[in-house]
C-alpha cells in the first residue's frame, strides 16, 4: 500500500515469531529474511513421533518511493507481517522527463 506519506508492506507468513525475522532496506528494496522452524512431538500408546521441519526464506520487495528506514516500525500478528515506512521527502524519486526530437 503506498499513499502520499508513508508505504505499507504485508506478507502473510503464518507459524513464525517475530524474532524469526531480519528486515533491511536496501537500494530501494525492503528485503525480509526469515526462518521457520517447527517442532512437535507426540505420543500415542508405543509410538512416539518427532517432526521438525526447517525452512530459510528471503523476499525483496521493490519500493516505488524512497523511504525514512530509521523510522520504520514492524508488527507480527496472526500470521501477517506488517511493515510500514515513512516515505523520505527530502530524497523523493523525480520523474524523468524524456523529450523525443
Do not use: N, W
Not at 508505504?7 to 533491511?24: N, S, T, W, Y
Not at 525483496?60 to 500470521?79: F, M, R, T, W
Not at 523520505?88 to 523525443?100: A, E, F, G, L, M
Amino acid at each position: 500500500m503506498d499513499d502520499e506519506d508513508k508505504i505499507v508492506v504485508r506478507l502473510e507468513a503464518p507459524g513464525m515469531a517475530k524474532d524469526d525475522f531480519e528486515l533491511q532496506v536496501t537500494d530501494g528494496y525492503l528485503v525480509v529474511r526469515g526462518e521457520k522452524r517447527v517442532e512437535r512431538e507426540e505420543s500415542k500408546g508405543r509410538h512416539h513421533v518427532t517432526e521438525c521441519a526447517y525452512g530459510h526464506f528471503e523476499r525483496a520487495i521493490a519500493l516505488p518511493d524512497e523511504v525514512d528506514s530509521d523510522k520504520a516500525k514492524a508488527s507480527y500478528k496472526q500470521g501477517v507481517l506488517r511493515v510500514e515506512m515513512p516515505k523520505d521527502k527530502t530524497r523523493r524519486r523525480q520523474p524523468i522527463k524524456v523529450t523525443v526530437h
